[in-house]
């Protein structure tokens, strides 16, 4: 399988880490749980979650940048995490990469051979996890798509 790269895109990417840097919090909260949330973006719904009260009903709480190897890490947690069965993806949508999008498109079309996501409108959808993986993730998954929401109350109420 081919991947193709995009010199470019990586090169501007390392520049913005520079300029931008952003850290990458992940909050784990109940090993139990069967909930996991991805707030794209939005690192203060981030925070406002993983400081909640419903905080201690969830498994693990992130953000999602990059529609490659972020969708490639949520992928693998998932497979790995096998009592995670709920992910409630909301907040802001990465401005760019689209990554909330190409992680739904994921779910409901897979990859094709070269493993690009299948009717993504993101620059450089091109995963790196297994086929059977990304079969767990669509039928074992139930995926909650809060794409762009950003109340609290609203996603707090999917958590039950």
């Given amino acids: 399988m081919m991947i193709p790269t995009n010199n470019f895109g990586n090169a501007l990417g390392e520049f913005c880490?520079?300029?931008?840097?952003?850290?990458?919090?992940?909050?784990?909260?109940?090993?139990?749980?069967?909930?996991?949330?991805?707030?794209?973006?939005?690192?203060?719904?981030?925070?406002?979650?993983?400081?909640?009260?419903?905080?201690?009903?969830?498994?693990?709480?992130?953000?999602?940048?990059?529609?490659?190897?972020?969708?490639?890490?949520?992928?693998s947690h998932l497979h790995k995490n096998k009592e995670i069965k709920?992910?409630?993806?909301?907040?802001?949508?990465?401005?760019?990469?689209?990554?909330?999008?190409?992680?739904?498109?994921?779910?409901?079309?897979?990859?094709d051979i070269n493993g690009r996501i299948i009717s993504s409108i993101s620059p450089d959808p091109y995963l790196t996890v297994s086929k059977s993986q990304i079969i767990y993730f669509q039928k074992e998954i139930n995926f909650i798509n809060m794409i762009n929401e950003t109340d609290f109350n609203k996603i707090k109420q999917k958590i039950v």
Avoid at 86 to 111: P, Q, T
């Fill in 86 to 111: 709920n992910l409630i993806v909301c907040g802001r949508e990465v401005s760019g990469h689209k990554a909330g999008d190409s992680l739904y498109r994921l779910y409901r079309n897979g990859i």
């Fill in 17 to 75: 880490k520079i300029l931008f840097p952003i850290s990458e919090e992940i909050y784990c909260g109940n090993s139990n749980s069967d909930i996991a949330i991805c707030t794209l973006s939005s690192i203060g719904l981030l925070k406002q979650i993983a400081n909640s009260n419903i905080f201690d009903r969830i498994s693990i709480v992130g953000r999602l940048l990059s529609e490659n190897k972020g969708i490639d890490q949520i992928i």
